[in-house]
């Protein structure tokens, strides 16, 4: 890395900090414009009822989450990325770092296809340890399993967004052909974010990370694990019960009927020609049609998972729904622990060899992601722990029925759980004349 350099004259420029700014800026105009609704309801209706205070108050939240985006995006406007021959620069104004080529063993781009949206990221795998605190590159960092055995961790990932095509152009052009290794399909969850707690607790020491890479590749390794209580367990183990979610979504779907409801009352009435009632009417059908697409999907979500149980004992882990029943044997297993983030805990079985990914009752859980460690397949299946404090009770069936697959916990970053390949599922058994279970 050079902090005192600039690209070459004939270097490639993208505008990485322009391009997201113009990419973003329609949908944060919007959110803007609720805000300004709700100044303007406040300023003609002095006399309004508590629900048009509220309608108000939640408009102005909106507002202000669309001024907050503008105005970040703005600021991050000049930052600029390069290419040249000699390696991948990161400009902020005047200051600029450089990535060397001679530095990576690897280059390309990963991409992962959500259900209206793709993602993209510029993948930089370096070829020794990197720096994870550095002023302008930490952003980029992640921790993650390396492409191949001997490479570390830590590697830099810049996420493009849908300007992948001006990156692997300019990669193709300058990266040494050694290095390119094209572009890669990933799970959804595979972007990750950066280490912000761990960077602080480093740079809060006051200890220099270069010399002390080690000490932090442990301390990020002791942050990760998990801890179960010892808890006394019977013959069966509930994983997850569907009527803890059913109950969840049907409170969130309560309130936001209620809230839709008083939305629409406060914006009353609406009648005339007049310039508010126009913008009265359109916000109410703004409203109401948000309501009616997001209790839609908590509809849906709900129909999934309706009478869904999944338990687990000494043969293995059991799924039942609607007088059908799956089993994961232990025996067919080459590993199993439990991942958690923020609000969520899963039970993670990876099997020792491929799987149907296409199974009645199974297809739902199965994921594509990195191996825990060689010799173990992508694809796994993953399970929702539901409720959470469950978790002691799972991991303690785990060491108990099935001690040598058991790799305990993991921390993992938000978003890691994916989603189930539904679009695939459904091509495939179409493709061979089945019909599809709902």
Not at 141 to 157: E, I, K, N, S
Not at 387 to 406: D, F, Q
Not at 429 to 434: F, S, V
Request: aromatic fraction near 10%; include cysteine; charged fraction near 25%.
């Amino acid at each position: 890395m050079i902090l005192d350099g600039w690209p070459a004259q004939d270097a490639t420029f993208v505008r990485y900090g322009l391009r997201r700014l113009l990419y973003r800026l329609p949908f944060d105009l919007v959110a803007t414009s609720f805000g300004c609704a709700g100044i303007w309801l406040a300023m003609t209706n002095g006399g309004l009822p508590v629900i048009g205070w509220m309608t108000v108050a939640l408009l102005l939240g909106v507002g202000v989450v669309g001024v907050v985006q503008i105005a970040f995006r703005w600021r991050a406007r000049r930052w600029v990325t390069a290419f040249d021959a000699t390696g991948f620069w990161w400009m902020r104004g005047k200051e600029a770092a450089v990535i060397r080529w001679d530095s990576l063993a690897g280059v390309g781009i990963y991409w992962a296809r959500g259900r209206n949206t793709r993602i993209h990221s510029v993948e930089l795998c370096p070829s020794h340890e990197i720096d994870g605190d550095d002023p302008l590159l930490r952003q980029f960092v992640r921790d993650t399993d390396p492409l191949r055995p001997g490479l570390p961790r830590l590697r830099y990932r810049i996420d493009v967004g849908d300007s992948h095509a001006a990156y692997e152009k300019a990669l193709r052009q300058w990266a040494p052909p050694g290095l390119w290794f094209g572009r890669k399909e990933q799970p959804l969850s595979y972007a990750g974010s950066p280490d912000h707690t761990g960077h602080r607790e480093r740079t809060a020491e006051g200890t220099d990370t270069r010399a002390a890479e080690g000490t932090h590749a442990v301390t990020r390794e002791t942050r990760a694990a998990l801890v179960f209580d010892a808890v006394v367990i019977d013959e069966k183990v509930v994983v997850s019960r569907s009527i803890v979610l059913q109950r969840r979504r049907l409170g969130v779907a309560l309130v936001m009927a209620l809230l839709c409801t008083w939305a629409v009352r406060a914006l009353r009435p609406w009648q005339g020609n007049d310039t508010g009632a126009f913008v009265r009417q359109g916000l109410a059908v703004a409203v109401t049609l948000l309501t009616a697409w997001a209790l839609a999907l908590l509809a849906r979500s709900a129909w999934g998972d309706w009478d869904r149980r999944i338990v687990m004992d000494s043969a293995g882990v059991h799924v039942t729904r609607r007088g059908q029943a799956a089993t994961v044997p232990w025996d067919s297993l080459a590993g199993a622990g439990i991942y958690a983030s923020p609000g969520l805990h899963t039970l993670e079985l990876c099997p020792k060899g491929e799987i149907d990914r296409d199974d009645p009752l199974l297809w739902p859980y199965v994921r594509d992601d990195e191996p825990l460690r060689p010799g173990l397949p992508r694809v796994r299946y993953r399970m929702a722990v539901w409720p959470g404090p469950s978790r002691h009770a799972v991991a303690e069936a785990c060491r108990t029925w099935a001690p040598e697959l058991w790799f305990g916990g993991r921390r993992m970053p938000d978003g890691y759980e994916g989603k189930a390949d539904r679009k695939g599922h459904l091509r495939r058994i179409r493709g061979a004349g089945l019909t599809p279970r709902r």
